[in-house]
């Protein structure tokens, strides 16, 4: 008898068909099968594991196939995706086949990989499990809190406020960032101050540099604060004369950035690619079922040691050992974040031999892959050499000093292939200093820059943003980050404007709403101590049902004083 194989889309069955043969069935769930009815009484307070699920149109179709492939087998292999989620489509189909009896006669197992590629799926065949109960629950416990949350509050949000759509729990958390962000603008009242700036010469050399200190006063940002007093400040510069004091060198090191995890990712791909969190997934999931690169939804920065060789080897290749860390080993990277998985691994090419102008990728699926490909490669390349130089000019008689800093780059290392975007439209220009300039140089102002400045507002949320801040906050995981961005669009509570989440008034008022009647249950340290416990469960520390207990013992109290104020 054939060996049935579950794995969640179709792309990725036929890939693994093509590598198993013909002892092997692939099918595809499209995902959950099922999901908890979407009406009140889904799930009762109390009775936690009697919980009501629906089978979606889609779900039947392939339970259907499933379970008339299941009856012809002799194996049944739930090889769905390595992460909570995948953990849970396995149970819920092993759980539908049982009801069916099915299993009665079939050897059930769970296989996992992190990547698409024979070698991977060969091992995850040789090396099954049975389905992991504690990230079962963990799923399960955060699915009830979600649904417990968003059936109780968001009844009366639409009493109280006409026209809000509902409350998820972990989504006005970030609607919260995005609101308060938009009050701080709001308030915000700008700061004149002004810069002054000189471009020095010496023959053909020129020297930018800004005004350091006066009058033995080092200055700082808001000291030149009117026109008027640049302009004083101005005519002092221009009856004085200036040389050369000092020239410090000193030599920089800059390390290269750790392989991607999910936010990291999303971070980068939507500052130099444009994507959405969400596109960016589409795109990633694409590559991945290719078998182009490792699983793309983990928090974990670490690379396997066969992957670490294969990088090495390309390095030396495709530039020379002069690129290349000197430790053997490579560089290791650990996660800043103590819930992460480090048995996953990051985002990396599976092949790192394919490079991203030599496939037969194209459009955003290139563009991502060559953004993974060269974070990955750069992350076990050589430091980069640079020498940092500062020029002090000071006035004949000491009382005005300039200041001119900048760096050059001795030995490129890493930055040969990549270099880290920014959040913010403003890039730092790196001021280019002349060489052979020594102690003593007599200069000549060739111009002088006064420029007046205002403070900013803080920069709204750009998705990359918010996403970066959620994870320093510990609310959301990697699976969830874009249905996060996703659902706030899509409620209409917030919207992107050149990039930047701008609240709607709908949004406001259903932070506010929160903020006064649930300001417990919203608040970021909350939010981050239930992801804790929810990972507590995975790893079987905790029991899902006491969770619920505890948030319920809570909740419902708060529930009831909010209706007695709605009738």
């Not at 792309?11 to 068909?17: D, H, N, Y």
Request: hydrophobic letters at 35%; charged letters at 30%; proline letters at 4%.
């Amino acid at each position: 008898m054939k060996n049935l194989v579950i794995v969640e889309s179709p792309a990725k069955a036929k890939t693994i068909e093509g590598y198993l043969g013909e002892s092997y069935n692939v099918i595809a769930s499209y995902g959950h099968v099922r999901d908890l009815e979407n009406k009140t009484g889904s799930v009762l307070p109390g009775k936690w594991s009697e919980i009501k699920w629906a089978i979606s149109e889609r779900g039947k179709t392939q339970l259907n196939q499933i379970s008339t492939l299941a009856k012809e087998s002799g194996r049944l292999i739930l090889a769905t995706d390595p992460d909570r989620e995948g953990e849970a489509i396995a149970w819920h189909i092993c759980e539908l086949l049982k009801k069916e009896g099915i299993l009665d006669s079939l050897e059930v197992c769970r296989a996992v990989f992190n990547s698409i590629t024979r070698s991977a799926v060969a091992e995850a065949m040789e090396n099954t499990r049975e389905i992991n109960k504690e990230k079962v629950q963990a799923y399960l416990a955060r699915r009830v809190l979600d649904y417990v949350v968003g059936f109780n509050i968001s009844p009366l949000l639409w009493r109280r406020l006409p026209g809000a759509k509902s409350a998820g729990r972990v989504q006005s958390v970030a609607l919260k960032l995005i609101c308060e962000r938009e009050d701080k603008r709001d308030i915000f009242e700008p700061q004149e101050y002004w810069s002054i700036e000189a471009a020095f010469i010496k023959e053909e050399k020129k020297i930018k540099a800004k005004i350091n200190s006066l009058d033995g006063t080092k200055l700082k940002k808001f000291d030149i604060k009117r026109e008027k007093e640049a302009e004083i400040i101005i005519e002092r510069i221009k009856k004085s004369s200036f040389s050369i004091s000092e020239v410090n060198k000193k030599p920089i090191k800059r390390n290269p950035r750790p392989p991607f995890i999910t936010s990291t990712l999303q971070q980068e791909a939507a500052r130099k690619l444009r994507f959405s969190a969400d596109r960016t997934m589409q795109v990633a999931q694409s590559l991945y079922e290719k078998a182009c690169i490792t699983y793309m939804r983990t928090d974990s920065p670490v690379i396997s040691n066969e992957g670490i060789s294969l990088i090495r080897d390309v390095i030396v290749r495709k530039f020379n050992d002069k690129y290349l860390y000197k430790d053997p080993l490579g560089r290791i990277y650990k996660s800043k974040s103590k819930q992460a998985q480090e048995a996953h691994e990051a985002i990396r090419p599976t092949d790192v031999n394919k490079y991203p102008d030599e496939n037969s990728l194209s459009g955003d699926e290139k563009e991502l892959y060559a953004l993974i490909w060269n974070r990955a490669v750069s992350s076990q390349m050589a430091s980069a050499d640079l020498t940092q130089t500062e020029i002090i000019i000071p006035s004949q008689d000491k009382n005005i000093i300039f200041k001119a800093t900048g760096s050059q780059i001795v030995f490129k290392g890493f930055l040969e292939v990549y270099e880290e975007g920014n959040d913010t439209e403003e890039e730092s220009e790196e001021t280019r200093l002349p060489t052979n300039i020594n102690v003593n140089d007599e200069l000549q102002i060739e111009t002088l820059f006064p420029e007046q400045h205002f403070t900013k507002p803080p920069a709204r949320y750009t998705e990359a943003s918010l996403i970066r801040d959620l994870e320093e906050k510990g609310i959301g995981r990697p699976s969830t980050y874009a249905s996060i961005m996703k659902s706030i669009k899509r409620r209409e509570y917030a919207s992107l404007e050149n990039k930047q989440f701008l609240p709607a008034n709908r949004g406001r008022v259903v932070v506010s709403f929160l903020d006064n009647y649930f300001a417990e249950y919203f608040k970021y340290e909350f939010t981050a101590e239930m992801e804790e416990s929810l990972d507590l469960i995975a790893r079987g520390d905790l029991i899902w049902t006491s969770l619920l207990d505890k948030f319920w013992t809570g909740f419902e109290p708060n529930i009831g004083n909010v209706e007695g104020l709605s009738n």
